[in-house]
């Protein structure tokens, strides 16, 4: 390509990106638009398969037929999450097997707030509120993302995000009104849950790596500090309707700015867990690799169905 028409080809996408126009597989872009989208969805993409193994931990112990039924269908929402952002993601032209080989062996991240463990039953209830809360805020915006597939991806995945939220929620509403032993159940989980939540809207804007770039290119619609102010004012007077109280003595009204003040975030503990050295980093991948090796039948058997299919397209079960 002659400097004259990837200039032309620049200005073009910078006008879709002016005009507010979607950036679709097919239309040129830079590369490191497409390596920046490559990067998120991956990394959103091994979140939602990673944070299915945290809450399936409770699958077995649910306190109830109902209960259980609700959590099995949140996992497998979060498979299907999963599902829908690779194929997002294989449309900038890497393969599912590339990524996943990348998550097994470290090279690319899933989000640092599922190496923390569930402990007990209202682990499910703190993380339905506080880590399915924050994703809607983070992802809401991102239904306006200037990459079609994503955004389109995101208008789903947001919808059913909010029904894991509310569960989260009435479960813990439940236990909060229970006996004081649910109650104070209850208030654990949140203590332990509050400052993990947080920190999933990553570093300050001013220790932001890509924030500034990616707010350019319109992947992101709103900083770090921004989207975390939000959902601090979101949850405050949840939590109020709940009984519980968030673990934060510096949490108080700013009349002035219309907007919580909050206390100091401790990121060195994040940036331990981001470095693998959370509670359950190695049990998460260990785990996941273990799931990827024993379903490689399963795999192999959906291929030589495809083959089938494909060599004789008449028959509908592909038999001759
Ligand atoms: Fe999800
Ligand atoms: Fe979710």
């Known amino acids: 390509m002659s400097p004259t ?12 990106i002016g005009a507010d126009e979607r950036i679709e597989p097919r239309d040129w872009m830079p ?43 949140k996992v497998q929402d979060e498979a299907g999450h999963g599902l829908y952002l690779y194929s ?24 640092s707030i599922f190496n923390y463990p569930t ?17 809607i805020t983070n992802q809401v915006p991102l239904c306006r993302c200037s990459y079609g597939p994503y955004a389109r991806a995101m ?3 947001c919808k059913e995000e909010s029904f894991h939220q509310r569960q989260g929620y009435e479960l813990l509403l439940a236990l909060s009104r229970g006996t004081p032993a649910q109650h104070a159940m209850a208030q654990d989980a949140v203590d332990r849950w509050w400052w ?20 350019a290119w319109k992947i992101k619609r709103h900083g770090n500090d921004e989207l975390r ?26 009349e002035e700015r219309g907007s919580h003040d909050f206390g100091e975030i401790d990121w060195s503990e994040f940036q331990q867990v981001l470095k693998g050295n959370g509670p359950c980093n190695e049990q998460r991948i260990s785990q996941r690799r273990r799931a990827h090796e024993e379903g490689a039948w399963v795999r192999e058997a959906a291929a030589a169905y495809a083959r089938k299919r494909a060599a004789a397209p008449s028959n ?5």
């Open 5 to 16: 028409d990837e200039a032309a080809l620049q200005s073009a996408f910078d006008a879709a």
């Open 229 to 254: 102010q939000r959902f601090v004012d979101i949850c405050v007077p949840q939590a109020e309707a709940l009984g519980l109280t968030l673990p934060d003595p510096d949490l108080r009204w700013n």
């Open 316 to 320: 509908e079960d592909g038999r001759r």
């Open 119 to 135: 402990l007990t039953w209202a682990d499910v209830g703190a993380i339905g509120w506080l880590v399915d809360g924050a994703a």
């Open 196 to 215: 993990p939540s947080l920190m999933m809207f990553g570093p300050p804007d001013a220790e932001s790596a890509h924030s500034a770039q990616s707010m």
């Open 155 to 157: 208008v789903r995945v």
């Open 88 to 111: 997002a993601a294989e449309t900038l032209g890497v393969s599912r097997d590339e990524l996943l080989d990348k998550l097994h062996s470290g090279r690319q991240k899933y989000s």
């Open 31 to 73: 590369d490191g638009y497409r390596a920046t989208l490559i990067r998120q969805i991956a990394q959103h993409a091994h979140s939602e398969i990673i944070g299915m193994q945290p809450e399936a931990n409770w699958i077995t112990r649910a306190p109830s037929l109902r209960r259980k039924a609700i959590l099995m269908a």
